[in-house]
């Protein structure tokens, strides 16, 4: 079945620096690779998506690579800021439907 | 509507009775799924609709589970005989069409507590 492992659980940066989440997948079908954030006891926000046929994308201080032929893909985010704090899950999709598989998430803290 | 609605938004049941919670999509939107979500976990699928069809309950944990649309628009999950490990929260979240390319727009769950 499909399969997503997620590194770091944790992460803890200061303000300004850099930080980047990897995730890992199983389902060579998978063909969709949305991030979202969310903050304690809120509902999970689409930060940003990348579809299979492309290698990267890029939205201010956010950007998702994807690695198809090795199964992963990554979330950078620079120039972090305080407000960036929250858990982080990646997620894929395999079926045709639109069936989301999530990783276990990593709790980000940028330090200010 | 804005956003994704979900009702109530904390529910507090003792263990064997009968729970029910309520979706309420974005308008318009085809696409309906339900997710549960253990306390520093990611979601997990549960069930899938498109417009009042349940394509996909293979996530559904036991029969004690169901999930029904019957108008193609809201949706209610309902748990029978509540157990201790159904405490979770479940997250409903709704697309504009079924593809497997599509934003799901998440509502703020409703969080089951039982005791």
């Known amino acids: 079945g499909e399969n997503v492992e997620q590194h770091p659980s944790t992460l803890s940066v200061q303000e300004g620096d850099s930080a980047v989440i990897k995730c890992t997948y199983s389902d060579s079908a998978s063909n969709y690779f949305p991030w979202y954030k969310q903050e304690l006891g809120k509902r999970p926000q689409l930060i940003i998506d990348i579809r299979s046929n492309v290698g990267e994308k890029k939205d201010q201080r956010i950007a998702v690579t994807l690695n198809k032929t090795a199964k992963h893909f990554s979330l950078h985010i620079t120039e972090t800021q305080p407000e960036d704090s929250a858990v982080y899950f990646c997620?894929?999709?395999?079926?045709?439907?639109?069936?989301?598989?999530f990783g276990q998430g990593t709790i980000l803290t940028v330090h200010p | 509507g804005a956003g994704v609605s979900q009702s109530p938004r904390y529910k507090v049941a003792k263990r064997g009775q009968d729970v029910a919670l309520r979706c309420d999509p974005i308008?318009?939107?085809?696409?309906l799924f339900w997710y549960q979500q253990a306390l520093g976990q990611g979601p997990e699928f549960l069930t899938y609709?498109?417009?009042?069809?349940?394509?996909?309950k293979s996530g559904l944990p036991s029969d004690r589970f169901f999930a029904e649309r019957p108008e193609g628009s809201v949706s209610t999950l309902k748990i029978q005989r509540t157990q201790q490990e159904d405490s979770a929260v479940y997250l409903c979240?709704?697309?504009?069409?079924?593809?497997?390319?599509?934003?799901?727009?998440f509502g703020d769950g409703t969080r089951l507590s039982i005791l």
């Open positions: 979240a709704s697309s504009l069409v079924g593809q497997s390319n599509q934003p799901q727009h």
């Open positions: 609709f498109q417009n009042e069809a349940q394509l996909d």
């Open positions: 997620a894929e999709c395999g079926t045709s439907y639109g069936k989301l598989t």
């Open positions: 308008s318009g939107h085809v696409s």
